[in-house]
């Protein structure tokens, strides 16, 4: 009777857990953790070595793998512990259905953030190849942002027809619905894709110096639905960025040259020679000038009180030699030169003329 009893035992306990052995449940289990374990080593071996990896010298794919690599998550590798385990089992079929599911969704979820590390890999790259500077950071926000949104629809969208929900009927819906939002919203979408425009075409990056319409300013931040200008005087100047596109941008970021257009009034009594001699002169001064460019000096006007030069000449550099800096440099060479070859400058006078009037005639 004993040994019926234990052979009963033995056989219910080979059919313990949903038609698997306990032996089964215990290689199953030996596996996964095999597997996970091995994944885990892999993945900490080629994380390590990243920095040798992402060296310039490498080549971009080799770069951008070894980055995917060292970004992967530990969900990643439990989740292909549990499939290879649940291989080796012979599990119900709706049991089995949702664990594939959940396979199926902790996958998609890598992907999802492969897909975001290796956008925001090439963003970065093409950043390096800028400079390194933080003048792009605004636009490769926006375009993080948009490419996000595509890739994170798309992977629910997979992972929800998987799990069986009807994506047609689905994306139908949402179709109508998204008629009405975008009427409710087409302000915010109108900036939305603005930004977009800016990012891709880059008619300013952060730290240009703009005019839109009647404001002026520093470009601080490019944001989703708005940018930001820093003033002069000092306050923020925020605007929508479709705004900004509709109007007529100047951007004095870009501009390789500025030009200083000078009116100086000298005395009618100025000897000829002294007259002739200041156009030399002034091309002289302005020669004298680091990234400066003389354009022209004129006899432009014979004026009321004064004979009007005209100056005309540029700032080549005007990021390291400011236009400003560079006028003023000018002028006290100006006054400096004219000083000293006795060049009166004029001012705006009237002479009257009055007639004597003797008693008696």
Known sequence: MMADFLTNRFALAGRLLL???????????????AVWTGLWILRQFIAKRYQRYSAAEHRTPVRLIAYLIGNTQQFL??????????????????????VSNCVLILILLQIGLWAGRAVRFYLELKERERGGTQLFAGSLDIIRFVAGLLIWSILILVALENVGVNITALLAGLGVGGVAVALALQNVLGDLFASLSIALDKPFVVGDSLVIDTFSGAVEHIGIKTTRLRSDTGEQIILSNADILKSRVRNFGRAQEQRALATLRVTYDTPDGKLQAIPKLLEKIVGEQRHARFERCHLKNLGESSLQFELSYFVQQPALNPLLDLQQAVNFRILEEFHRIGIEFAHPTQRVLLDRVVPGK
Do not use: M, R, T
């Open 19 to 33: 038609g698997n052995s306990l032996a089964d449940w215990l290689l199953a289990g030996v596996v996964a953790i």
């Open 77 to 98: 590798l439990f989740a292909i512990a549990l499939y290879v385990g649940e291989e080796s089992l012979n599990l119900p079929e709706k049991l089995q259905h949702i």
